[in-house]
Each structure stands twice: as structure tokens, then as C-alpha cells.
């Protein structure tokens, strides 16, 4: 069977090179006669494959000398609640801006490790259609942090632009964004990302963090998510998900070969356009985001006639047009186009919905 176009918000279609690679190196890895998947975690092999993606990672990001990079566990959702435990006791409370469902559940975890003020949000009416302006910001300078979600998943509402937050640190979730485009890390305490969309497969949770930022950790904080502890184990305090990292080694290696962070940038703006043309055009099919703050990632979609959803979802998979759904709190479509989609999987999704409206509209 060919390979279809998948949609999936994560975990996330992967580029063919790669996973190609990693089939061929499955039984052996580099003549080492063992599958990475084998590996001691603390034995040479693995220990170049982890130190091999981090040096790709930050020639990648441009990483400042002072961030340590973290390969971790848990995913965003764990960092909901780590990211407090390590950061919120430098000054006793949070600020926190709300675009969406995964910024207000950020918040929402983060309030039982300390006093979190909602510094803005655009919700209006239960929903979120567009990032908060810069105007709209009102911080505490005496918060240990302010913390955004760059991009929403699930609303589609995406952050082009890198907050001022004076001196207080700023921290990001990124998971469903990060390498698709150039960001300048310095202006950023801290990155996460759950790999499971740019960076690789699920079970890796990757933590840029800058140094002066470790060591304040609550004291309730268990060793394993304390990241100072962390930084100094190499990330290896315990056992850490050795065959991701491998993965997301050789996607950091792809990037790279396709030209970096630019490269991907004018990729994903031309897949985004091709979407997003189409709604605009269509008067079957809608997308209510506001334009300025339209994801590059995740585009959801409506149909006019909501009867026809699942008519419009097996029509998609008959074509190989898979894991459209939107999600379960909003309904509607969703297409996620990540790094590893092909435009081509996008011209054959505008395709297949000119015509699905030619049909019903």
C-alpha cells in the first residue's frame, strides 16, 4: 500500500528519508551489531547518538553557550506542572496568557504550584481566534515567569512574533512549532516541545533552558523533574527515551540537509498559503481564526452543512487523505501540516475539498 497524507496532530507524519534510515539501522547501528533500541543509555554508542543530536539541535537554534538542552520525558503536559515546579519559587508567582485550550491548561496546572495571574487572554464566547495583542498584556514585573503557548493545536491560533516581557523570563511551550521556522532562543528562559510534531516520535520532551534559571526548584520537586539535577546528569538521572532521541537525531540531520530553519519557514508558508486561499475563497468551507495569527501548523476547518462531516472524512480516507478530525472539544476538520508534510499532500487536500464542494454545495 503507498504511503498515505497524514494529518495527525501528533503524534505526526515523519519524513521518509529518516524513517528510512532508521530501517536500515533498526538490527545494526554503525557496525555496533545492536539495534539502538539495545543500547545502554550510558554506553558509548548511545552517548555519541544523544551527543550528535544536541550539537545539531543547537546549530539548528543558533543555542547560546548558556542554555543547557534537556532530553526529557512527559511531554508538554508534563511540563505543565515541571516547568512550575523548577521556576515559580524564584519570586513566588506566574503570569500567564491565554490563546487557547493548551495556554488555559497550562494555567490551570501550573495554579497548584503557586499564585498565577492570567496576564491576558482572547477568549471571547469559549473560544479562542487570535493571539493577545502586545497591548493587551498587562505583567507583573515581580512574576518568576510569563509563559504563552506559541502555538495552539487544537484552535489554530499561532504567536509570529517574540514577546517583550522586560526582565522577566520568558517561557514558551513550542511543542507543536519549534523548527518551523527561525526563533531568536536569548530572547526566551525557557523552551519546551513534546517531540511527537517536528521534532520525532512521541516519549521525548525537549527543555532549552538557560542556566541562570536552574536551581529553584519548590522543594516538594521529585529529583527526576528537578532540572538542575537533570543538567547535570547529561539528562541521564534516569534511564532517558534512547531510541527518540536517535529519531529525532536523524530529523534534526534532515533540517538540516534541506537548508535549516529558513528553508523549512518558506516551506511551511507556501504549504499555509495553499490552505488558506482555498477557505478564503470557498463559500463551503471556513476557518474563523483572524488571519494575522492563522497557525502555519494546524489549519481546523468547518463545513458549512455539519451533516456532512463524516460523508467528507471517509470521501478524504479513500483517497489516502487520512486523521482529519477535528478535535473532540471543537468538532469540524483539522489538518495538521508540519514540517514533514509535502505540498503535494496539502494541493491533493484543496483538491479533494473543490470538489467535495463542487458536489454538495
Known sequence: MPRVFNFSPGPATLPEPVLRQAADEMLDWRGSGMSVMEMSHRGKEFMSIQAEAEASLRELLAIPPNYTVLFLQGGGIGQNAIVPMNLIGRTGRADYVLSGDWSKRSADEAAHFGPIRIAASSEEGGRYLRMPAPSEWK?????????????????????????????VPLVSDMSSNLLSRPIDVSRYGLIYAGAQKNVGMSGLTLVIVREDLLGHALPTTPSVFNYQIQAKADSMYNTPPTYAIYIAGLVFKHVQSLGGLAAMEAHNRAKAAVLYDFLDQSRFFSNPVEPADRSRMNVPFWLRDTSLDEVF???????GLVQLKGHRSVGGMRASIYNAMPIEGVRALVDYMREFEARHG
Not at 507583573?140 to 502555538?151: R, S, T
Not at 472524512?313 to 483517497?319: M, T
Open 313 to 319: 472524512l471517509k470521501g478524504a480516507q479513500a483517497r
Open 139 to 167: 505583567l507583573d514585573p515581580g512574576a518568576a515567569y510569563v509563559h504563552y503557548c506559541a502555538n495552539e493545536t487544537i484552535g489554530g491560533v499561532e504567536c509570529f512574533w517574540t514577546p517583550d516581557t522586560g526582565g
